[in-house]
């Protein structure tokens, strides 16, 4: 093609036609930049294609992240409310304490809430410096209501957690508990006559109630939580 091009040029050239080669000339430089202009189209087309197909897997990793998220929050916040109700009644009915005779193992539960720790690699990728699904910002600010609610119960975890540390643990060895509490802990034999007096002591029933205000705070939260993850999963299937 370059060789034919040539042979014209050379021609007009040798024929003195000054007129025509200009033209010509215009015309090569304009089909030149005509093939440039195409190169760099298929060239946005063929980035902008695989750019969508890695948006499009992004998304589907997304959605099988947040239904595993969905399971483990669905789970904690039937075993807070569970754990939620035995201690309500512990602390608002006395006749509750002759069902827990019966079930000593319930009164180690009364001190307990069901944290979650979720592994969001696909959120946290998106809301950071490298995201892979454009245009998509309705979805960007529902994985922040997530994220922003998650933070929120890591915050109510650590705060439970130094509760047990500084409270229950320090309870458990002054009242020397500690290995009936790990023996119930393995599954293994307890001595269920000391268990079952840890429930007249009002020490122990102020714990019950620090730890069911924990338990709140996490059913507050993870009912919020599971809200957004629905959400979330909705818009992604609504194709948005």
């Keep these: 093609m370059l060789r034919f091009f040539r042979q014209i040029r050379k021609k007009l050239m040798e024929q003195n036609k000054v007129r025509t080669y200009l033209l010509y000339a215009i015309g090569e430089i304009a ?25 499009e897997t992004t998304i589907q990793k997304l959605v099988v992240e947040l239904e595993e998220a969905k399971v483990e929050v669905e789970e904690s916040l039937v075993v807070n409310k569970m754990f939620l109700n035995w201690s309500n009644q512990y602390l608002n009915s006395e006749s509750y304490t002759d069902s827990l005779k019966t079930n000593p193992s319930r009164i180690f539960r009364l001190i307990s809430s069901a944290s979650v720790t979720l592994d969001l690699p696909v959120l946290q990728q998106e809301l950071g410096s490298e995201q892979l699904i454009s245009d998509k910002n309705e979805l960007s600010l529902k994985l922040r209501h997530i994220k922003n609610e998650y933070e929120k119960s890591t915050s109510v975890q650590s705060t439970a957690d130094d509760l047990w540390n500084e409270n229950v643990v320090g309870y ?36 019950v109630a620090l730890v069911n205000s924990v338990t709140i705070q996490y059913i507050v939260i993870y009912e919020k939580l599971l809200g957004h993850i629905d959400e979330t999963i909705e818009l992604i299937e609504a194709g948005n």
Excluded: P
């Design 31 to 55: 089909l030149v930049m005509i093939g440039i202009l195409l190169a760099l189209q298929v060239n946005n087309w063929n980035e902008e294609r695989k750019a969508d197909q890695v948006s």
């Design 172 to 207: 458990f060895i002054d009242r020397q508990m500690l290995v009936e509490f790990n023996a119930w802990m393995r599954g293994n034999k307890y001595n269920e006559e000391a268990v079952i007096n840890l429930m007249y002591d009002v020490d122990y029933k102020n714990l």
